[in-house]
């Protein structure tokens, strides 16, 4: 598990390492500089490398030197396995490809995982060796493989310590790529990766995601590239999902804008700006354990804030959230199918912090003995087209929270009728009348004719309906035609209208 290099550099190598046993960076603090790193099926995303420490940190799992380390950490976004091939490269045009005239550098890593947070307060929690026998003693780097010897050593979890992979490349000038894999992640971890510079020549490195789209595949969250915190907002469903942990970076853009190597959380009520800084909460991330707008503020190594800085994330269980529903329909009565929209109305705090992920379900009476029952489930969109006569409910909550649920008492009362009637004696559809003009009994009024035109019934809206005879004689199967007159209920004013269509009698 030794890096193989011709004699003379050797040389050099053993008296960096004796150099780097005696004057090696701290290793307990060294990871908390770790930029956000990331892999873009649309973009060749490039980062930059580290020069003039050829010290590093010593010996680090597999790797017998780490010259000019480079710290990352990824956030996972969608769960699954990881492959990816590291590259570095001095990136002479700039324009972050790998370019057929451009120099290739060696590139090693070791990376740890996962963890709640890519800020690790004390870094001698990375393991810096491994355990073969697992007993948690005597954990050394000679007993850490190099993932090209052994690529299952680390999958299999065989070093039974934190660290996820190790890899280092003996043949450099043939060879310049690392794999580096993460088995079974899941959303929201973090993982952290030390990347080295054997070269000392300044450069870019280059994470590229190699099963993107394959089947099991995760993928990596690039919003942690953006400053600040990478929510605006978390909607939490209960206080038994408190605590959470809240996180935010402001890495800067090396050389000219220098990274955030302080903190400072705060709290406002939802809908204030009145921030109190939060005592000792000087990480980049934060526990929170109650609603509000919490502010991250980030200084730089002389205690300046740095641009972008500060940057603010509301929190709100929003199983408590008090709201009201309204609806409106689209088209007048009996044009057949309609449009219910569906609106939420709640605290302007609410509305102001971009809590407006509601979801909407609709209700149907089908029967009214046995009350309403789901007619269309759960959906993003208020609106519900294609909606057939009948009585209706909507039902309202905040998405994915089930204790938010609220229900409409209004009835949604659409004015039709009935496509067919049969009258047979089964006990369904046994008579025909107008839907939902019940309360209009006293100025409703419906006619039914034969299709010569003859007036076979006059009905009221309430009646229980036409039984398919005339003068007690059963009419036989054809279709036949009605009128109504009738005040709109959709209309404020409640204007009079007629309607004419037809029906089936069916025997």
Known sequence: MVKS????????????????????????????????FCSDASLDLTFPNTTMDMDGLGEVGCLNTTPNPTWYFLLIDEPGDLIFDIRQWVDTDGDNRLDRTEQQLDVDFIAWGPFPTSFIIDCDTLSTGCDLNGDGENIRPAECANNVDEPDFYIDNDDNTNIIDCSYARTSDENFIETFTIPNAESGEYYLILITNFADEAGVIQLE?????????????????????????????????FPITIEGRFPGDPPNIQAAE????????????????????????????????????????????VPDSPDEIAILDVSQIDFEISWSIVE????????????ITTSPEVTDAGFEDFEYRLDRETDPGVGFVEYRSYQSSPVFSNVPPGDYR????????????IEDDEI???????????PNGDSFHETWNVINLEDQAGSALIYIFDRHGKLLKQLRSNAE???????????????????????????????????????????
């Open 262 to 305: 302080t903190f400072q959380w705060s709290r406002a009520d939802l809908g204030t700006t009145n921030f109190t800084d939060i005592g000792g909460a000087t990480f980049p991330f934060l526990e929170v354990n109650m609603n509000g707008v919490y502010r991250l503020r980030g200084f730089d190594s002389v205690g300046n804030e």
């Open 394 to 405: 909507v039902i309202a909550r905040y998405a994915n929270c089930p204790e938010s649920e």
């Open 209 to 241: 995601q190699t099963n993107l789209g394959t089947e099991n595949a995760g993928t990596t969250d690039c919003s942690v590239l953006d400053p600040g915190i990478a929510q605006d907002r978390i909607a939490v469903c209960g206080v038994g999902e």
């Open 465 to 507: 309906g036409w039984d398919g005879t005339y003068n007690g004689v059963s009419m036989p199967s054809s279709e036949y035609w009605f009128r109504v007159e009738f005040n709109e209920p959709r209309d404020p004013n409640m204007r009079r209208r007629v309607f004419a269509g037809s029906f089936s009698l069916i025997r």
């Open 332 to 343: 007048e009565s009996f044009a057949g199918n309609h449009t219910i929209i569906a609106e």
């Open 5 to 36: 290099y011709p004699l003379i550099s050797l040389l050099f190598v053993l008296l960096v390492f004796c150099n780097t046993l005696c004057q090696a960076q701290d290793f307990d603090v060294a990871c908390r500089v770790a930029q956000p």
């Open 412 to 422: 949604i009362m659409i004015v039709g009728y009935p496509k067919y009637f049969t």
